[in-house]
């Protein structure tokens, strides 16, 4: 039993790896986007609703075999780390936005008013006054979704990210006479450990937020 958690454990650095730097793609990444769906120009804000929605859709296995196998630049091809970070990059950024943009769309709609009443520019208005009050109504969503993310992050070991996953059917592959099975029960503990308490954040998060409405 040691072994195989210490086996399991290998994949785990990389296993949090691919969820910190997606999630901090889409956080990044998911502004611009809810800007544009928050547009006054209609022709942007149908391109990006219809790309949001395009992202969305389809399923994540599908946007990582795409990236792994369909991109090349030149004659070089994405590695499975890199194409792994970006799908599931540019999934959380449409996830995202679409989180932000709920989040500003639960706001009062005379605050962008009123800071333009009192002289302040719409940069300063929304730095300042709407994107912490919107941020702050996300939050539990915004934690909702890195906890669906932990397990995405999952897929990364079809394209061969050596993540606890890689790591659990690899061992269960070399040693099927002497219940390999066993290093996956070990990676679901380990997910469990990891998303347990992000789950109770996200639980916490949520009620504050509703009591505080």
């Given at each position: 039993?040691?072994?195989?958690?210490?086996?399991?454990?290998?994949?785990?650095?990389?296993?949090?790896?691919?969820?910190?730097?997606?999630?901090?793609?889409?956080?990044?990444?998911?502004v611009p986007i809810m800007l544009g769906l928050r547009?006054?120009?209609?022709?942007?804000?149908?391109?990006?609703?219809?790309?949001?929605?395009?992202?969305?859709?389809?399923?994540?296995?599908?946007?990582?075999?795409?990236?792994?196998?369909?991109?090349?630049?030149?004659?070089?091809?994405?590695?499975?780390?890199?194409?792994?970070?970006?799908?599931?990059?540019?999934?959380?950024?449409?996830?995202?936005?679409?989180?932000?943009?709920?989040?500003?769309?639960?706001?009062?709609?005379?605050?962008?008013?009123?800071?333009?009443?009192?002289?302040?520019?719409?940069?300063?208005?929304?730095g300042r006054i709407l994107a912490p009050q919107a941020?702050?109504?996300?939050?539990?969503?915004?934690t909702a979704f890195l906890l669906s993310l932990i397990?995405?992050?999952?897929?990364?070991?079809?394209?061969?990210?050596?993540?606890?996953?890689?790591?659990?059917?690899?061992?269960?592959?070399?040693?099927?006479?002497?219940?390999?099975?066993?290093?996956?029960?070990?990676?679901?503990?380990?997910?469990?450990?990891?998303?347990?308490?992000?789950?109770?954040?996200?639980?916490?998060?949520?009620?504050?937020?509703?009591?505080?409405?």
């Amino acid at each position: 039993m040691p072994e195989v958690v210490s086996i399991v454990l290998l994949g785990l650095p990389l296993t949090l790896l691919v969820t910190a730097l997606s999630f901090a793609i889409g956080l990044v990444g998911g502004v611009p986007i809810m800007l544009g769906l928050r547009s006054r120009f209609a022709p942007v804000r149908l391109s990006l609703r219809l790309v949001v929605d395009l992202v969305r859709g389809v399923p994540p296995l599908v946007w990582l075999f795409l990236l792994y196998f369909g991109v090349s630049v030149g004659s070089v091809r994405l590695d499975s780390l890199t194409a792994a970070v970006l799908a599931l990059g540019v999934i959380s950024s449409a996830y995202l936005a679409e989180i932000y943009r709920g989040g500003f769309a639960t706001l009062p709609g005379g605050q962008a008013e009123a800071a333009a009443a009192l002289g302040l520019s719409r940069a300063t208005s929304f730095g300042r006054i709407l994107a912490p009050q919107a941020l702050r109504t996300a939050l539990p969503s915004m934690t909702a979704f890195l906890l669906s993310l932990i397990k995405d992050s999952s897929l990364a070991s079809t394209i061969g990210v050596a993540d606890m996953v890689f790591q659990a059917n690899l061992f269960t592959r070399q040693n099927t006479a002497e219940g390999g099975f066993t290093a996956f029960f070990v990676a679901a503990a380990v997910y469990l450990v990891i998303s347990v308490p992000i789950a109770i954040l996200a639980r916490r998060l949520d009620t504050r937020m509703q009591r505080s409405r």
